[in-house]
Nanobody, 126 residues
Framework: QVQLVESGGGLVQAGGSLRLACAAS????????MGWFRQAPGKEREFVAAISASAYSKSYADSVKGRFTISRDNAKNTVYLQMDSLKRDDTAVYYC???????????????????WGKGTLVTVSS
């Protein structure tokens, strides 16, 4: 059974930083592309960032490009999202996701991911 468990969310002031982590189990982590998505109240879930299985390819939403960095440690079965220069608009529940394929594309759709975590809340205050 695949499990994805996010951690690292919380309350931060605008301009601050947070690092999210997602620990994966029940799958051969190094074979799977991973992604982060987010959902703000009243809005649809949206793509944030993705990383290929080998970490060679990375993709970011335009809204976070230059501020967020996705990375992975295949030895620890963990994917990270470093979030810097946070804005109030970044407030959302952040979800970790995995796909059966090791490849990613730009602006990935939520429907292309196969496994999901339960999410972690990030709140950015002014």
């Amino acid at each position: 059974q695949v499990q994805l468990v996010e951690s690292g969310g919380g309350l931060v002031q605008a301009g601050g930083s947070l690092r999210l982590a997602c620990a994966a189990s029940g799958l051969t982590f190094s074979n799977h592309a991973m992604g982060w998505f987010r959902q703000a109240p009243g809005k649809e879930r949206e793509f944030v960032a993705a990383i290929s299985a080998s970490a060679y390819s990375k993709s970011y939403a335009d809204s976070v490009k230059g501020r967020f960095t996705i990375s992975r440690d295949n030895a620890k079965n963990t994917v990270y999202l470093q979030m810097d220069s946070l804005k109030r608009d970044d407030t959302a529940v952040y979800y970790c996701a995995a796909r059966e394929s090791g490849y990613i594309a730009a602006n990935m759709k939520a429907g292309t991911m196969d496994y999901w975590g339960k999410g972690t809340l990030v709140t950015v205050s002014s």
